[in-house]
C-alpha cells in the first residue's frame, strides 16, 4: 500500500498534522486508541492551550526554534478550532483554558478533522522495520497480528518523548531519528515531581501552600504540594524542568505575605499568644509544627524582639533544600530535550538532510511550562509541518 505521508504517532503532534497535510494520509499509532495522553489530561478535562503561550515559555537549546511554527498558529487560532466544534471551555488560573466537559471532546475534534481530510487511522499497530527508498520510506507494520507492506514519500515522528511509559511512551522516534542520522539532545523527565529519599515529608503529606519556588536560573511563584516521596505542586513541577539532580532548591513560603509587619502589630495586642499559634493563622498548622524542629520559634509573640522576628522571616522566605531526584519518566509529564533542532527546518519541521522526514511535537527538543503550553507545541508544530508537506 503507497501513501503520500505515513505519521506515527496518534497523539495532539500527530492528529493535527493529518488534518492538514493533504493527499493519501495514514495514521499509526500502537495504542488501543488515538489521543490517550489527551484523555487523561488536564484531570480529565484537557488544559488544551495557554492564553499567554509565547516563545518565552518554552525550553530548547535553541530558543529561536520555537518561534516560527508558534506564529503561525497561535493559541488563538486553536481556540477558533474548538469553537467551531462547539466545544465549550473556561479559563483557569495562569491564562490555562480547559475543556467544560471532557478532554475526550478535544479528541474527537482531531478526529473528525483528520476524517475530512480524507486520513485514515490505524491503532494496535506498530513498526516492525523502516527504511530509506529513493522514493521516500518503506515501512513493514504489523496491525493487529497481519503483516503489512506500505510506502510513502513523507514520513511524520509524532511518537513523542519517554513519559509516562504506562500509556505507551517508548522513545521511538528518538530510535528512528539516529537512524536517519539525526542529532540528540539529552532527554531527561521534565514536570515532574521532586524525591527526598529520607521521607522526611511523610507526615506533611497533602499539605499545600502558595510559595515562591527558584533555583540560581529561575523562580515560580505557584502551590506548593508536600507529599510522602517528597514535594509536588505546580511550582515544583515547573522548577523540575529547570534543575539538575543535585542542585539545590530555595522555597519562599510567604511570598506574597507581610508577616513581619503582622507579627509585629500582633505583639502589640496579643503578645501573650504563642507564636507558633500566630504563625498557624498565616501557614498550615501542620507545617509550622514541621518547621519548629529545624527554625527557631519558641516563646510567646511578646519574647520576640524584632531581630528575631526578622531572623524568623528570613528563614521562611529562604529555606535551601536539595531534592534526591525526581520521580522521573514514570510521572513526568513531559520529556526535556529530543531531536536536535539544528537538524530540522523551524518552518517545515522537516530534516534538512532527509528530504520527506518530519519530527513534530514532544520528540523535538522544544519543552513548553506547565499549564497547556505542551499541547500549543503540539497544534503548532503539527500544522506547521502538515501544511508545508500539502505545499510540496
Request: glycine share 10%; with cysteine; hydrophobic share 40%.
Amino acid at each position: 500500500m503507497s501513501y503520500d505521508t505515513i505519521i506515527l504517532g496518534a497523539g495532539a503532534a500527530g492528529m493535527m498534522c493529518a488534518a492538514h497535510c493533504g493527499g493519501r494520509v495514514l495514521v499509526i499509532d500502537h495504542a488501543k486508541a488515538a489521543g490517550e495522553k489527551i484523555r487523561i489530561s488536564g484531570g480529565g478535562r484537557c488544559n488544551f492551550t495557554n492564553m499567554h503561550a509565547g516563545p518565552e515559555n518554552f525550553l530548547s537549546q535553541n530558543p529561536h526554534f520555537c518561534k516560527s511554527a508558534l506564529a503561525r498558529y497561535t493559541q488563538w487560532d486553536f481556540v477558533d478550532l474548538v469553537a467551531r466544534h462547539g466545544i465549550a471551555w473556561h479559563e483557569k488560573t495562569l491564562g490555562q483554558l480547559f475543556c467544560d466537559g471532557s478532554s475526550k471532546q478535544i479528541i474527537q475534534m482531531l478526529l473528525d478533522e483528520m476524517a475530512g481530510a480524507g486520513a485514515e487511522l490505524w491503532v494496535r499497530a506498530s513498526v516492525q522495520d523502516l527504511r530509506k527508498t529513493d522514493a521516500g520510506f518503506a515501512l513493514e507494520v504489523d496491525l493487529e497480528g497481519q503483516r503489512h507492506s506500505l510506502t510513502c514519500s513523507n514520513l511524520v515522528l509524532a511518537t513523542g518523548g519517554k513519559s509516562i511509559p504506562k500509556m505507551g511512551a517508548t522513545g521511538l522516534a528518538y530510535d528512528i531519528a539516529r537512524q536517519f542520522g539525526l542529532r540528540m539532545t539529552e532527554t531527561r523527565a521534565a514536570l515532574v515531581p521532586f524525591t527526598f529519599s529520607d521521607g522526611r515529608f511523610k507526615d506533611l503529606s497533602g499539605v499545600s501552600l502558595p510559595v515562591r519556588l527558584s533555583n540560581d536560573r529561575t523562580a515560580f511563584d505557584e502551590a506548593l504540594l508536600f507529599t510522602h516521596r517528597g514535594l509536588s505542586g505546580p511550582s515544583v513541577l515547573q522548577l523540575s524542568s529547570y534543575w539538575l539532580e543535585g542542585e539545590e532548591i530555595r522555597v519562599n513560603l510567604i511570598p506574597d505575605l507581610p508577616l513581619f509587619d503582622l507579627l509585629r502589630e500582633q505583639r502589640q495586642s496579643g503578645g501573650r499568644k504563642a507564636l507558633t499559634t500566630e504563625l498557624s493563622r498565616h501557614l498550615p498548622g501542620r507545617l509550622v509544627d514541621y518547621l519548629t524542629q529545624h527554625i527557631a520559634m519558641q516563646g510567646n509573640l511578646a519574647d520576640q524582639s524584632d531581630a528575631a522576628l526578622a531572623e524568623l522571616i528570613a528563614a521562611l522566605s529562604d529555606w535551601p533544600l536539595t531534592p534526591s531526584g525526581s520521580e522521573g519518566y514514570r510521572t513526568a509529564e513531559v520529556t526535556l530535550g529530543g531531536i536536535n533542532t539544528d537538524d530540522l527546518s523551524s518552518k517545515t519541521m522537516e530534516a534538512r538532510d532527509v528530504p520527506g522526514l518530519y519530527a513534530i511535537g514532544e520528540a523535538v527538543d522544544v519543552t513548553g511550562w506547565l499549564g497547556g503550553y505542551n499541547f500549543q507545541w503540539a497544534w503548532s508544530s503539527g500544522h506547521a509541518a502538515g501544511t508545508a508537506i500539502a505545499r510540496r
